[in-house]
């Protein structure tokens, strides 16, 4: 009896073992249509987001609780829609080598793993964003983000001063454009 008994559990173990190993395919249906850059791809170990548009809300309140103004905030989130459609846990496409909403790359992403107890977390991924946007400038875009009012200028300096993506994908017209679009939707 002890022998079957010890049978079936090593059975159930193996069933469990089968049962959390495979692949599943979830569908998930957006609220709203999401305009995700070709250029970008979720990770299978990053956390499903039902509906981006609740990441970005949490994003333009907290940044805004932060004290920062509505036209900085609008260019930070077009240019994390451009980079990761608000995403915590997307892994760049092809190289993985960036990461979560600013895709932080190389010592960057070493910096975010090692300052968040859960680098996927949304909240502390802006508390790093924002303790970078002292240090992580380049040129004279960090003057223009702190003084300009014009969406198109901040979106710009974010990208070029602060991100730095490379000129082949930066594709700062959807970056200026979605930024646009919030600046319209949380005025």
Request: negative net charge; hydrophobic residues 40%.
């Amino acid at each position: 009896m002890k022998d079957i008994f010890k049978l079936l559990i090593i059975l159930g173990v193996f069933q469990y073992l089968l049962y959390v190993t495979e692949e599943r395919v979830i569908q998930v249906e957006a609220k709203d249509k999401i305009n995700m850059p070709v250029s970008l791809e979720v990770s299978r170990e990053a956390p499903i987001e039902r509906d981006m548009k609740t990441n970005a809300d949490r994003v333009y309140n907290y940044l805004q609780g932060k004290g920062l103004k509505h036209e900085q905030i609008c260019a930070i989130m077009g240019n994390i829609a451009q980079e990761s459609n608000f995403n915590t846990g997307l892994e760049e496409y092809g190289n993985k080598v960036g990461f979560g909403l600013i895709q932080w790359s190389f010592a960057r992403r070493q910096a975010l793993f090692e300052y968040c107890n859960d680098p996927y977390d949304i909240y502390q991924q802006l508390d790093f964003l924002l303790l970078e946007l002292d240090t992580q400038w380049t040129g004279s875009y960090r003057h223009v983000f702190a003084n300009s009012t014009n969406v198109e200028e901040l979106t710009e300096a974010f990208c070029w001063g602060f991100e730095r993506p490379s000129v082949k994908y930066a594709n700062l017209n959807h970056r200026i454009e979605m930024a646009k679009e919030y600046s319209n939707l949380y005025r």
